[in-house]
């Protein structure tokens, strides 16, 4: 069935999106993680892949032509599917979206555009906001205003619970809180009604009712004070006019705790950083002695003079946040399944490296031939592979894979992440073959040559942190393979032999095995045959 793709939403600020390049057509074959084409947001050119395979069929946004966030973008399916229907409800979809933006409160910047026409003067509608890049909707947890409440700018108005923390939510309007529009514990979509905001005393309750009436079906029914209710409203004033002077008692309370916590709003801690300013040197003017934004205005070094012979930090916090890039995502995503999916276990052996030091250099001294340790190993691999084709094999629910085949994943460290290049029939090649077949796909990896074909159809992968110094780790299988090797350094150490301690060499490797297809003893049996290959290199060319 044939799959709508949509332009995504690649950024937390992106409202629409700019295709640079395609990097399919219409009537390619598509596979998951593929990179249908690189999106230009408001922060970068970024590279979208798809979740979905089958044929490209259509592509609604042409290279160079800018478009909404959420508009169509390409159609994957069967090959030769009918898509009429999906283009025509596409068409007819996006003229409904464009008459509802017509009268449709979306976001505060809307507000505030339309607010001359619609809001009473210096009203201004907050709505909930988008606190991250995946919030779809946000709940109130606390109001830590009331109606009738003075708001300053940089106020906390409330603490509203994401898809992924508790987050405070500051005001950046001063006024009087005119209205709630939910509750404690209720939840509603981003940009749904959260309060009013305005000069005391105005009557909003027009402004919430349009607004209620502008709002999508999916969004939940703001809450408004009903025309019965002003009496009761303006009997609150006095209360709040005799209710001032406790508050302003609390504005030389410490912004500090008995533990040493801080409270200050989100505002003041940026503006406390981008100045340098000390916040446990200031006391709040806030609620409860919270540091808001005038504090900080207001701040001079004199303030901090009773913290002398004190310990003030001086450390400042600080990051940088760098965008996940298609291979890091498609890293995650697989490795994640794999871990997750997958009952690992690990064997640990260490092997007797001394033949095989001397076996390559005289292998090396042959003319124009140059191997590595990395390419005894990948040999030593396949071969041993062709006797244990449990190993070699893949796991499905419903039966298992024995390959005859030895195609073996190299893993490749490149900038971004690592790749696994696929040294095809590697039983069959020679030492010297398999040598520069891994050159070349290391340089093909760091140059970002390497295709989709190099890649696949690996049946056992070898990890190799020796020339790191890394001694022994251990590796998560590349699904769909049922092990992976870890190759650690080479390392010179006493060892036993015949009784006697000697110098020697000696180089570990850990096999992490997939339990539902390798046995512990099948998994022990392989890498004995694997010793014998690697610490008598000379049987590899028998």
Not at 104 to 123: I, M, R
Request: with cysteine; hydrophobic share 35%.
């Amino acid at each position: 069935m044939a799959e709508v793709i949509n332009m995504p939403r690649l950024s937390d600020t992106m409202e629409e999106g700019t295709v640079a390049t395609w990097l399919k057509k219409v009537g390619d074959k598509i596979e998951e993680g593929d990179i249908l084409a690189e999106i230009e947001t408001d922060k970068a050119t970024m590279e979208f892949e798809s979740f979905n395979e089958g044929t490209l069929l259509h592509i609604g946004i042409q290279e160079g032509e800018t478009a909404k966030v959420d508009s169509l973008l390409a159609i994957i399916g069967e090959e030769g599917e009918d898509i009429s229907e999906l283009l025509n409800g596409s068409s007819s979809s996006e003229e409904e979206t464009k008459s509802e933006e017509k009268t449709q409160y979306t976001t505060e910047e809307t507000t505030e555009v339309e607010s001359s026409e619609e809001l009473p003067e210096g009203v201004t509608v907050v709505t909930m906001p988008r606190l991250s890049d995946t919030m779809e909707e946000g709940t109130v947890a606390t109001w830590l205003k009331k109606v009738g409440d003075d708001v300053e700018e940089g106020d906390i108005l409330a603490e509203i619970e994401t898809d992924k923390a508790t987050m405070e939510f500051e005001s950046f309007q001063s006024g009087t809180l005119l209205h709630i529009g939910l509750d404690e514990g209720e939840s509603a979509k981003v940009d749904a009604l959260l309060a009013i905001i305005g000069p005391e005393g105005t009557d909003v309750s027009g402004v919430a009712k349009n607004f209620k009436a502008g709002a999508s079906d999916s969004q939940p029914e703001p809450k408004t004070e009903s025309k019965s209710e002003p009496k009761e409203e303006k009997k609150e004033k006095p209360e709040k006019v005799e209710a001032k002077p406790e508050s302003k008692s609390t504005q030389t309370t410490s912004a500090s705790t008995s533990n040493g916590r801080i409270f200050a709003s989100p505002l003041a801690k940026k503006m406390a950083e981008e100045k340098g300013i000390n916040l446990s040197q200031i006391k709040g003017s806030g609620e409860n002695g919270r540091i808001v934004k005038r504090d900080i205005e207001n701040f001079t070094p004199s303030q901090a003079s009773a913290t002398v012979g004190k310990f003030v930090p001086t450390g400042t916090e600080d990051f940088d946040e760098v965008p996940n890039s298609s291979m890091r995502k498609a890293i995650a995503k697989n490795l994640a399944k794999s871990k997750f999916t997958a009952p690992h276990y690990y064997l640990n052996v260490e092997f007797d490296m001394e033949n095989a030091i001397a076996f390559r250099a005289q292998y090396n001294s042959l003319p124009d031939t140059k191997i590595s340790y990395n390419d005894m190993v990948v040999k030593a691999c396949a071969l041993a592979l062709k006797q244990h084709p449990q190993v070699n094999s893949q796991w499905f629910d419903d039966k298992m894979k024995l390959n005859n085949h030895v195609h073996i994943g190299v893993a490749v460290a490149v900038p971004d992440g690592l790749v696994v290049p696929v040294v095809k029939f590697a039983n069959e090649q020679s030492l010297t073959q398999i040598g520069a077949a891994v050159k070349d796909f290391a340089g093909k990896a760091r140059n970002k040559k390497l295709t989709l074909d190099e890649m696949e159809g690996s049946t056992f992968t070898i990890s190799n942190l020796g020339m790191f110094g890394i001694e022994s780790f251990t590796s998560i299988i590349n699904q769909p393979n049922s092990a992976i090797l870890s190759v650690g350094a080479i390392v010179s150490k006493p060892v036993v032999k015949n009784g006697q301690v000697v110098p020697g060499n000696t180089m570990k490797l850990t096999m992490a095995c997939d339990h539902r297809t390798v046995d512990g003893a099948t998994g022990a049996q392989f890498l004995q045959t694997l010793k014998g290959y690697i610490e008598n290199p000379v049987t590899m060319l028998v």
